[in-house]
Every structure is written in structure tokens, then in C-alpha cells.
């Protein structure tokens, strides 16, 4: 069985979590951002402990996400919404591979030469397009932790630089991304 439904088969037990915590209303769609959250960035190794779900690593991920939609006012608008650089692992079709993802490819390459030589150099370490496609780390994801254990840069300052990467990402291009994945 995939280590996926098994996390999903205990999907009850992870709205009562959040009803435990406060959240009645808006429990299942917490959940469901969990999911999200977990199945993208984290691995079976680090979700999975004795074939059973890592208990401890779900209920602080919930919690988090709890803490996020509270910290909104209440807002469920405020609440952890996947954005375009979440999606930029997916795995693209045949289909999808035309023309107009290259043109899509060409206009965030376009997008970030207008970014400063360290902004671009950050944000292609995290998610991993720095170097040559042929160098041995092509294709690694730096954490922002790793990212500024070897640079010397503040973890606070790659945080913001990462943000603001994003939300510029997210202001030019994501009508052009949405239209590509449909």
C-alpha cells in the first residue's frame, strides 16, 4: 500500500486533531492543506515511521497550519494556498510540453534577469535550477537553512529574499501558468 493512502487512511483522526485544537468550521479544509503540504515536501522516509504515519510530523504540521489560518483574523482567505512555485514540480505532460511552456520558460527567465545577481542566485539554489544542467548539484534544492549556513547570509534575509521572489513570480506570471496547466 502507498505510504500516501496510508496517511490518508487516518483522515478522520487528523480532523479531530483540529477540532481538538479550535477549528470546527473550516477542520476538513486544514486537513486537506496538510495533504498538500506534506505530500510536496516531505519524503516517505521522513512521513512514514514503522510502516505507520509520523503522528508527531502530522500534528505539527496541522498546528501550524491551525496557527496560520488564526493568525488571518479568522480570514479563511488568509489560510496556506499553493502557489505557483509549489507547482513547479509538477510533472508536466506531453501535452503540456509545446511551445507555449517554453515561451512560459523564456518569460520567467525573462523575469528574473530583472532581479538582482544574489535575489536570482538564491531563489534558483532553493529550487534547484542553479548551475549547469550537467554540474553534479543541478537539480538540488537548498533549504534556506543550507542556503545560509554557506552563503553566511541571515536565514531572516534568505526568508524575505525567497518572498519576495515569489510574490513576484506570483504578480507576473501566474494567470500564464494557470492557462498552461489547464
Not at 515561451?103 to 520567467?108: I, K, M, N, Y
Amino acid at each position: 500500500m502507498d505510504w500516501k493512502t496510508k496517511i490518508g487512511e487516518r483522515h478522520s483522526d487528523w480532523v479531530n486533531i483540529v477540532r481538538a485544537l479550535g477549528e470546527r468550521q473550516y477542520a476538513e479544509d486544514i486537513v486537506q492543506d496538510m495533504y498538500c503540504r506534506i505530500f510536496s515536501k516531505y519524503d516517505e522516509d521522513q512521513c512514514m515511521h514503522n510502516g505507520e504515519p509520523n503522528e508527531a510530523l502530522v500534528f505539527i504540521v496541522l498546528r501550524n497550519i491551525f496557527y496560520i489560518y488564526k493568525s488571518g483574523n479568522n480570514c479563511i482567505s488568509q489560510r496556506y494556498v499553493p502557489t505557483f512555485v509549489d507547482y513547479m514540480n509538477v510533472v508536466l505532460t506531453d501535452e503540456m510540453k509545446d511551445e507555449s511552456y517554453d515561451e512560459f520558460l523564456d518569460r520567467l527567465d525573462e523575469l528574473k534577469s530583472t532581479w538582482c545577481f544574489f535575489d536570482r542566485k538564491i531563489f534558483e539554489l532553493h529550487v534547484g535550477t542553479y548551475g549547469s544542467p550537467n554540474s553534479q548539484d543541478y537539480g538540488k534544492k537548498w533549504t534556506h537553512r543550507e542556503i545560509a549556513k554557506e552563503s553566511g547570509i541571515g536565514r531572516s534575509t534568505i526568508n524575505h529574499t525567497l518572498k519576495n521572489c515569489k510574490e513576484s513570480i506570483r504578480t507576473n506570471l501566474e494567470q500564464d501558468w494557470n492557462e498552461l496547466i489547464k
